[in-house]
Nanobody, 115 residues
Framework: VQLVESGGGLVQPGGSLRLSCTAS????????GRWYRQAPGKERELVAQ????????NYADSVKGRFTVSRDNAKNTVYLQMNSLKPEDTATYYC?????????WGQGTQVTVSS
């Protein structure tokens, strides 16, 4: 059972990135997919989630209107499209799969927004 994130990097303010989280060993579509982030010296924050039933999504107020969470069931992957990035979005982003009494985490991917 594994979650692997990719897509992080360095981007200028106002730019975009798309993070991917690919699952192996379980069917991601049966789980709620969540993206968290943690900046140095701050608590881990839930940024966005996509619920397993109906694919409803929710967002933190700080990213609403800029970030979009989605999933591709054929690729067993959840995405986080991040637009209009700000320096305060700089953090390590973690993917999480929650469901069936289980809680799986990825290793994290760094996103740095800086000019």
């Amino acid at each position: 059972v594994q979650l692997v994130e990719s897509g992080g990097g360095l981007v200028q303010p106002g730019g975009s990135l798309r993070l991917s989280c690919t699952a192996s060993g379980f069917t991601f579509s049966s789980y709620t997919g969540r993206w968290y982030r943690q900046a140095p010296g701050k608590e881990r924050e839930l940024v966005a989630q996509i619920i397993s039933v109906g694919d409803m999504s929710n967002y933190a107020d700080s990213v609403k209107g800029r970030f979009t969470v989605s999933r591709d069931n054929a690729k067993n992957t959840v995405y986080l499209q991040m637009n209009s990035l700000k320096p305060e979005d700089t953090a390590t982003y973690y993917c999480n799969a929650l469901g069936w009494g289980k809680d799986h985490w990825g290793q994290g991917t760094q996103v740095t927004v800086s000019s």
